[in-house]
């Protein structure tokens, strides 16, 4: 009669149950990590920058696929006019969220896409217009972005502006131009380069009872 020398971990029954949820865990991680890389993000909104299309305390998930595919071909990821997207402040560091608070502490920021290379924004009396060559008597974006009073980009936009956007970079704003409530391209930020687009907005998913996609 043959007899078998038990295994290390039949000897060991709890060292391979502990192995098997560490490799599990492990697991895990790495593909949270990858999903977070390369696919999808999410943010907490801060502050009112964004009303009222989105508002403080808003769970949103960023689409991080087109940028990596863009990366990935070696090209700069281009988003569209009117697309919300989240982008690296580049200017301070702090903890996983988006918005404006206290001017530039936050480290992730959201807005909507205005402008484009070679275009020229202004603000006159509330109104923001864009020129290129295809509208060389200008044309007010907002009008393909805002869907009703209580969503998307509201009718006063506040400041005096006269630029031209520089070359790889864009032009963004707030929704929620009124006064200084929103830290933007008019006010204070400047143009934003491609390189720092995190990727555009495609749902809110809390609170669980404005879910919408964008």
Do not use: W
């Amino acid at each position: 009669m043959e007899i078998k020398t038990p295994t290390f971990f039949q000897k060991y029954p709890l060292v391979r149950d502990i192995l098997s949820l560490v490799i599990f865990v492990a697991l895990v991680v790495l593909g949270t990590m990858t999903l977070n890389a390369f696919v999808f993000r999410s943010y907490n909104v801060v502050g009112v920058s964004m009303e009222n299309t989105l508002h403080g305390d808003d769970r949103i998930i960023v689409n991080r696929v087109p940028v990596t595919i863009a990366h990935f071909l070696g090209q700069e990821y281009v988003p569209e006019r009117g697309q919300i997207i989240v982008f690296a402040n580049g200017e301070a560091d702090g903890p996983l969220t988006c918005g404006v608070q206290n001017g530039v502490t936050d480290q992730y920021i959201i807005k909507r896409v205005i402008a484009f290379p070679g275009e020229r924004v202004t603000v006159v009396d509330g109104v923001l217009t864009v020129y290129n060559d295809e509208y060389p008597d200008g044309f007010h974006p907002d009008e393909t972005t805002r869907k009703s009073d209580t969503d998307g980009p509201k009718k006063y936009t506040a400041g005096e502006v006269d630029v031209v956007v520089p070359e790889g970079e864009i032009f963004v704003s707030g929704d929620n131009r009124e006064g200084s409530h929103s830290f933007d391209s008019r006010n204070g930020l400047g143009t934003v380069p491609y390189c720092r687009i995190i990727g555009p907005a495609i749902m809110r998913l809390f609170p669980f009872s404005g879910i919408r996609f964008f």
